[in-house]
Nanobody, 114 residues
Framework: QVQLVESGGGLVQAGGSLRLSCAAS????????MGWYRQAPGKQRELVAQ???????YYGDSVKGRFTISRDNAKNTLYLQMISLKPDDTAVYYCSAYSSTSYWGQGTQVTVSS
């Protein structure tokens, strides 16, 4: 059973930056893709960014140009670099990975103050 542990969330002012990390308990090479999702209060969980095993990336429209997803296979870690943060980015951010099944982390809170 793979475990995913997110870190790096916190409180930041609008325009600031954060980098989220997602550490996997095992090798991430077996995952077809990994991604970051977020869920704001009263809203559905949405896909923020995704990266495939071949390093192809996808970004949600609201974060394009501001967020960058990357992975370090040697460290078994997924990252999300976030810049120019906005209050609308406030949410719990979840790491996800998929091989034959989906795995989820516990989430990390990101709060952007105006």
């Amino acid at each position: 059973q793979v475990q995913l542990v997110e870190s790096g969330g916190g409180l930041v002012q609008a325009g600031g930056s954060l980098r989220l990390s997602c550490a996997a308990s095992g090798s991430i090479l077996s995952f077809s893709f990994m991604g970051w999702y977020r869920q704001a209060p009263g809203k559905q969980r949405e896909l923020v960014a995704q990266i495939t095993s071949g390093d192809n990336t996808y970004y949600g429209d609201s974060v394009k140009g501001r967020f960058t997803i990357s992975r370090d296979n040697a460290k078994n870690t997924l990252y999300l670099q976030m810049i120019s943060l906005k209050p609308d980015d406030t949410a719990v951010y979840y790491c996800s990975a998929y091989s034959s099944t989906s795995y989820w982390g516990q989430g990390t809170q990101v709060t952007v103050s105006s």
